[in-house]
């Protein structure tokens, strides 16, 4: 049967083939090979286990993996995101994106330097962060390039994975200080209004933040699902902005520099400038609109049977909470609100599920996105 | 006096006697009754007295931004010749010989002269320069000077960043040739989309554009 081809969504679309006997798939995108023992050494009721292990490992049969892209050292990785249950990416796991490059440093010199319009400069070492009464959060973070490819006419393609499209985006429970708590430390002056994060890595990435953030949620973190920050996400300390733009969550974090003005730097300026039809570049839009994704059924899944099958994905926005996330399954003409499972978040991966029962024919499959703020996620024409 | 607790956390591996614990708990709870204690908010005002101060030789070695006005930027000078013949051993390996070629970002070219078609056609995503993209020349100096070469950030004099930093803008037809770059001259300079830019003022609800 001919596939449709509707190159006017944005959200995720999955085009079932209607022909009967198509192969089983797994959700987990790979299958059992075969071991070539004989049942009776296969059968774990008849032969001892492995003991305990300091560092815990996942099952041999279990293939999870970022996909890597080639720009060393300036590159990315994505989060398996079709692969993946519940709302918790794991750590190792975590999408990445740096700009010179994972530095290696060692916790013990480590220091948070901040300065500027503040009464006292002041530097913290990391155990100084840590005695700071902690907060933990459970927030997303996502590059601001993530869905790129299905955004692009250029690169548009049918034959992309979740974790191809929209997987430089991943959610973990963030322990840190806020950094409010920061800049009443060192006596942030009242007229400052900007402050530049600077990060130790080989960009020396800076960003330049607005202090209403800092007032607001911002975090220092130097924890991500219990223990501490994966170098590739920021060891041993990074700022997290909740709901803004990845490149301005600075990685690696050595320095705030309170004034202001912003301090016009390249990240800010050449580079994460949205230029518009109007002949300008906006700058400093830091929030991340809302999104969904369909990561069950997804290219290259195939359904091995008509009757129920689960759709399921992801939908965040920086705005706040995710209000509702609506399904289609015939392109577009009709929806039905999908299931939000518990807890929903504010600036957080929120699962959606819907029980469809699926008759044998195409489909497409769309999920659009709506925030508390009435913001509805829009599809690639809109 | 009770040994110093050292965070045990799986970073770093300390430990303390029997002993030392009830000393550190004792000394804990002398300091608690002085000690507000308070949460985030510091609805108080109180600090906490961690970290400790900073000197003025700690800022001034990690303080290298510059700001558009200038401030921050370094003593020294360049001029384009150096700029030129600097370009040509250090940055044209991965920006080109006269900066258009890549394979790297472009750096040079003031096409298009008229408008600023970015956000109308997308071919011109990978034509934006310093010279028709480039708010800020002093931006130039803080991210060659932080920055680059790729593969040895940080590695360059300032008069070495002054010279590219003039080189860069005179290819760009900013600057004329015999201009000289220094921590006068350069937060003058004014670039053609500086009033390109603006602020993301956009309001939430359904819809934003």
């Known amino acids: 049967m001919a596939n449709k081809k509707d190159k006017t969504s944005l959200s995720r679309r999955a085009l079932i083939a209607g022909a009967a006997g198509a192969i089983g798939s797994t959700v987990l995108g790979d299958t059992e090979k075969a071991s070539g023992q004989s049942p009776a050494a296969q059968d774990p009721t008849k032969v001892l286990g492995d003991p305990p292990t300091s560092v815990g490992e996942r099952s041999a049969h279990v293939h999870l993996q970022r996909t890597v892209s080639r720009s060393y050292p300036s590159a990315s990785s994505g989060s398996p995101l079709q692969d993946l249950d519940g709302i918790i990416t794991p750590s190792d796991l975590h999408f990445e994106r740096h700009h010179g490059g994972v530095p290696t440093i060692d916790p013990a010199n480590y220091a948070l330097l901040i300065h500027g319009m503040v009464d006292r400069p002041m530097m913290f070492s990391l155990h100084d962060l840590r005695r700071f009464p902690a907060e933990s959060r459970i927030y997303f973070v996502e590059c601001s390039g993530n869905g790129f490819r299905g955004f692009r006419a250029s690169s548009f393609r049918e034959d992309l994975t979740p974790q191809q499209i929209d997987g430089l985006t991943s959610t973990s429970e963030w322990t840190g200080v806020p950094v409010k708590t920061l800049f009443n430390e060192v006596g942030v002056r009242p007229d400052a209004t900007w402050f530049l994060a600077e990060g130790m890595d080989a960009a020396v990435l800076t960003r330049s933040i607005p202090v209403e953030k800092a007032l607001d949620d911002a975090l220092i973190v130097y924890a991500q699902n219990g223990e501490p920050l994966r170098p590739e996400n920021g060891f041993p300390a990074r700022l997290l902005l909740p709901g803004w733009e990845g490149n301005a969550c600075v990685k690696w974090i050595r320095r705030l520099e309170l004034a202001d003005a912003p301090f016009m730097s390249r990240q800010e300026t050449s580079k994460y400038s949205d230029p518009l039809a109007d002949c300008t570049a906006r700058i400093f839009s830091f929030e991340m609109d809302a999104k969904s994704i369909i990561t069950f059924p997804a290219y290259p899944d195939t359904l091995s049977e008509r009757g129920y099958w689960e759709i399921s994905g992801i939908a965040w926005t920086g705005r706040g909470k995710i209000t509702r996330v609506e399904i289609s399954t015939d392109g577009g003409s009709t929806w039905d609100d999908a299931e939000l499972q518990d807890p929903v978040l504010p600036k957080c991966h929120t699962r959606f599920r819907y029980l469809w029962q699926w008759n044998g024919g195409n489909a497409l499959l769309m999920s659009r996105a709506h925030d508390e703020t009435g913001y509805v996620q829009p599809t690639l024409e809109q | ?209």
């Not at chain 2, 680059?148 to 940080?154: C, L, N, Q, V, Y």
């Not at chain 2, 760009?172 to 006068?184: C, K, W």
């Open chain 2, 1 to 209: 006096m009770a040994r110093q607790i050292r965070w045990k956390r799986g970073v770093w591996v300390g430990g303390m006697s029997w002993r030392d614990a009830v000393l550190g708990i004792a000394f804990l709870c002398a300091g608690c009754s002085q000690d507000q204690g308070r949460r985030a908010e510091n609805e108080d005002g109180s600090r906490f007295g961690f970290g400790r101060h900073a000197t003025p030789e700690q800022i001034a070695a990690w303080d290298i931004d510059v700001m558009p006005d200038g401030t921050g930027l370094s003593n020294g000078e360049g001029t384009v010749a150096a700029g030129e013949r600097l370009y040509e051993a250090t940055c044209a390996a991965c920006h080109g010989a006269t900066g258009i070629e890549g394979p790297n970002d472009r750096l040079v070219g003031r096409e298009p002269r008229e408008g600023f078609p970015f956000g109308q056609d997308p071919s011109f995503s990978r034509m934006r320069t310093i010279g028709n993209y480039w708010p800020y020349a002093t931006t130039l100096y803080d991210y060659i000077n932080r920055a680059m070469p790729f593969d040895r950030p940080g590695s360059l004099e300032p008069d070495d960043v002054y010279s590219l930093v003039a080189f860069l803008l005179h290819a760009n037809e900013i600057i004329a040739e015999h201009d000289v770059m220094n921590a006068t001259t350069l937060p003058a300079v004014v670039m053609p989309a500086r009033d390109r830019f603006v602020r993301d003022n956009r309001r939430g609800g359904p819809e934003i554009r």
